[in-house]
């Protein structure tokens, strides 16, 4: 009965920064794994990032590396996505979801899925 929600997308500017956020409701968050997803007009969907139960081990992909910080707050049922230095090619709808870390890469469970939040990244 796990529901997720996004929510803290809009629209900034080249090099600006937005703070995602995932809140889970109807069960708590600490048991799952989550991660981030994107997809853009005419492109695959994307892992973006993902972060263990405990927050301990987090995984990203190379081309948010450095730029991208994910994060949980347990108690807060929210997960987290720090996201500075953004550029064009970050514009797309960003998912949560329940996840599965493998060795570096984000697996979607496909079970649990917020509605997404658009990103726009344009000057």
């Known amino acids: 009965q796990l529901q997720l929600v996004e929510s803290g997308g809009g629209l900034v500017q080249p090099g600006g920064s937005l703070r995602l956020s995932c809140a889970a409701t109807?069960?708590?968050?600490?048991?799952?794994?989550i991660g981030w997803f994107r997809q853009a007009p005419g492109k695959e969907r994307e892992g973006v990032s993902c972060i263990s139960t405990s927050g301990g081990t987090s995984n990203y992909a190379e081309s948010v590396k450095g730029r991208f910080t994910i994060s949980r707050d347990n108690a807060k049922n929210t997960v987290y996505l720090q996201m500075n230095s953004l550029k064009p090619e970050d514009t797309a709808i960003y998912y949560c979801?329940?996840?599965?870390?493998?060795?570096?890469?984000?697996?979607?469970?496909?079970?649990?899925w917020g509605q997404g939040t658009q990103v726009t990244v344009s000057s």
């Open positions: 979801a329940t996840a599965t870390l493998l060795f570096k890469l984000c697996i979607p469970r496909n079970d649990y």
């Open positions: 109807g069960s708590p968050l600490d048991y799952y794994a």
